[in-house]
């Protein structure tokens, strides 16, 4: 039998929800820099290419040539975190094939990175991605709580993890043109809207998985 959400449904202006993990579990974010260039490679393919500046970690002359493979008219990412040994994505496609292309180039961009720092060869996933769609707008909604939550549990966080991920943009206390939260937020009313936001995701009820179906990793 196939493993959950590895079978995926496409469509075009369709939401979902985009997870994976470290082979065998383990960790894919060992320090701060590891953090620093998957996000960095987020920014790298999702930035409008007028908006882009050219900083490190990669090389000016890796940059512009994978700058040349940007997704920003096919993707937007609505909400991400990272974890130790996974990381979550909400996105919503333009194309049918925009997701398979961005995760392609993420995951392998961030492999060959992670592989040469660490000096190890082999997979560094745990399979293929895993997608799902997102088919209500209440899904939409408590998905973004769900991820937002997700650093929130981690009892050791060493490196930041509850900052790393769009949580901080919600609540504008970070700005990027390449995070779209304005769909999510939009779910509130204009007076103290982010105030609004953050008590929603941090007092979220204790059936949040219920609402959100298969929508989630498996172990919840």
Known sequence: MPTKNTIKNYLEGG???IYNRGVDKRKIFL?????????YYLKLYLSPPET????????????????????????ELMAFALMPNHFHLQVRQA???????????????????????????????????????????DQNLYLSAYIHRNPMKLQVDELGFKELSSYPYYLKFKHASWIK???????FTESNI????????ETSPDNLLSKLKNLTLEED
């Open 15 to 17: 939401r979902y929800h």
């Open 31 to 39: 320090d701060k820099q590891d953090c620093a260039v998957f996000l």
């Open 52 to 75: 882009f500046q050219y900083t490190q970690p990669l090389s000016f002359r890796l940059q512009h040539k994978l700058l040349t493979m940007n997704l920003s008219q096919e993707i």
């Open 95 to 137: 194309t049918k094939d925009g997701i398979q292309k961005f995760m392609r180039r993420v995951a392998t961009s961030y492999a060959q990175y992670f592989n040469k720092k660490y000096e190890r060869i082999g997979t560094l996933f745990e399979s293929t991605y895993k997608a799902v769609m997102i088919e209500t707008d």
């Open 181 to 187: 939260p304005n769909e999510i937020l939009s779910f």
């Open 194 to 201: 982010h105030l609004s936001y953050k008590t929603f995701v």
